[in-house]
């Protein structure tokens, strides 16, 4: 009797005490890490993010950038830190996702030691083709590549990115040969596409967006199941013909693994309120960001379902990058 009355009251310390922790929480300043430099849609997402959650929460919310490595030194410092809900990452897919399919020393496991939180924004990928390609639609370009094979090339910010794996995708799912031309981060690549060095690149909308208006790039085709808002006009790769062919850069928070469930479900709730907020949502509208929110369970089996797909591409492509 003495010993179920002690686990009672223990079990009642419990509950008592997250409940105090959650009513508390935060009681001091918030870190979100960025794996990334400033400026980039991950980087965005996180300050907008940070600027809803202070005006919530009447913390400070601060951004950290700390990028290299695909990533992987920013998660790292997340992983690595407290799990008490006062340093959390904003994740972007390598990190999270891709890395693991290419990168067998990782010091730390995405699936064992992040603990997702919620989806927060995605942005499809466009495929803009230089015009000297002559190509102003998916199906021109896939006749192009079919009566001149390996004449059609493709840039990429690096090999077993998104934006490479898009590429294969295309090329897998049209029986076609594409060249992946492969630069060192999405500036010098947007560049050489620019100058016509190159013929067609996946890349987000928001950045390409001047130079898809001017005329000097011609966007063909959105790699997602609707139609972009900054380019109507624009058929996705599945009104063309393509099937199932969706690519969307996402960027979703992630807390270390450990964090109480008494947290991660305040923080769920917490950020889901702000992201839906007009004032939220328009500002990252305004970048070519989609707000897409929900449960840490729907967010983690779309991790999942996104490392099958790639996972399959590059069993398929044979897509490797050397260590």
């Not at 490479?164 to 630069?183: D, F, I, N, Q, R």
């Not at 500036?187 to 996946?202: I, K, N, R, Y």
């Not at 790769?237 to 969307?248: D, H, K, T, Y």
């Not at 979703?252 to 907020?277: C, H, K």
């Given at each position: 009797?003495?010993?179920?009355?002690?686990?009672?009251?223990?079990?009642?310390?419990?509950?008592?005490?997250?409940?105090?922790?959650?009513?508390?929480?935060?009681?001091?300043?918030?870190?979100?890490?960025?794996?990334?430099?400033?400026?980039?849609?991950?980087?965005?997402?996180?300050?907008?993010?940070?600027?809803?959650?202070?005006?919530?929460?009447?913390?400070?919310?601060?951004?950290?950038?700390?990028?290299?490595?695909?990533?992987?030194?920013?998660?790292?410092?997340?992983?690595?830190?407290?799990?008490?809900?006062?340093?959390?990452?904003?994740?972007?897919?390598?990190?999270?996702?891709?890395?693991?399919?290419?990168?067998?020393?990782?010091?730390?496991?995405?699936?064992?030691?992040?603990?997702?939180?919620?989806?927060?924004?995605?942005?499809?990928?466009?495929?803009?083709?230089?015009?000297?390609?002559?190509?102003?639609?998916?199906?021109?370009?896939?006749?192009?590549?079919?009566?001149?094979?390996?004449?059609?090339?493709?840039?990429?910010?690096?090999?077993?990115?998104?934006?490479?794996?898009?590429?294969?995708?295309?090329?897998?799912?049209?029986?076609?040969?594409?060249?992946?031309?492969?630069?060192?981060?999405?500036?010098?690549?947007?560049?050489?596409?620019?100058?016509?060095?190159?013929?067609?690149?996946?890349?987000?909308?928001?950045?390409?967006?001047?130079?898809?208006?001017?005329?000097?790039?011609?966007?063909?085709?959105?790699?997602?199941?609707?139609?972009?808002?900054?380019?109507?006009?624009?058929?996705?790769?599945?009104?063309?013909?393509?099937?199932?062919?969706?690519?969307?850069n996402w960027f979703?928070?992630?807390?270390?693994?450990?964090?109480?469930?008494?947290?991660?479900?305040?923080?769920?709730?917490?950020?889901?309120?702000?992201?839906?907020?007009?004032?939220?949502?328009?500002?990252?509208?305004?970048?070519?960001?989609?707000?897409?929110?929900?449960?840490?369970?729907?967010?983690?089996?779309?991790?999942?379902?996104?490392?099958?797909?790639?996972?399959?591409?590059?069993?398929?492509?044979?897509?490797?990058?050397e260590q």
């Amino acid at each position: 009797m003495k010993l179920a009355s002690a686990i009672a009251i223990c079990a009642m310390t419990a509950l008592t005490s997250g409940a105090a922790y959650s009513q508390t929480f935060p009681g001091k300043a918030v870190r979100l890490v960025v794996a990334y430099p400033p400026g980039g849609a991950t980087d965005i997402t996180a300050r907008v993010l940070a600027k809803a959650l202070n005006a919530k929460w009447g913390q400070p919310v601060i951004v950290e950038n700390r990028p290299g490595a695909s990533g992987m030194i920013g998660a790292e410092a997340v992983v690595k830190s407290a799990p008490d809900g006062y340093t959390l990452l904003v994740g972007y897919t390598p990190e999270v996702s891709l890395n693991k399919l290419f990168f067998r020393n990782m010091s730390y496991d995405p699936d064992r030691d992040l603990l997702p939180i919620t989806l927060l924004t995605s942005s499809p990928l466009v495929l803009a083709v230089h015009p000297s390609v002559g190509a102003k639609s998916v199906g021109e370009l896939i006749a192009l590549a079919k009566s001149n094979p390996g004449s059609v090339n493709y840039a990429s910010p690096g090999i077993g990115g998104q934006q490479h794996l898009a590429g294969e995708s295309l090329a897998l799912a049209t029986k076609t040969k594409l060249m992946h031309v492969p630069y060192k981060g999405t500036g010098p690549a947007t560049t050489d596409l620019l100058g016509g060095q190159v013929q067609m690149m996946f890349a987000s909308i928001a950045p390409l967006l001047p130079h898809l208006r001017a005329g000097k790039l011609i966007p063909v085709g959105i790699a997602d199941t609707r139609r972009s808002p900054l380019l109507p006009d624009v058929p996705t790769f599945i009104e063309s013909g393509v099937a199932r062919f969706e690519f969307v850069n996402w960027f979703g928070l992630f807390a270390p693994a450990g964090t109480s469930s008494i947290v991660a479900e305040q923080l769920n709730r917490d950020v889901i309120a702000v992201m839906r907020q007009d004032i939220t949502k328009n500002a990252l509208e305004a970048q070519g960001l989609d707000v897409r929110t929900g449960t840490p369970k729907e967010f983690a089996d779309f991790i999942r379902e996104e490392m099958a797909k790639y996972g399959h591409i590059t069993r398929e492509a044979n897509v490797k990058i050397e260590q």
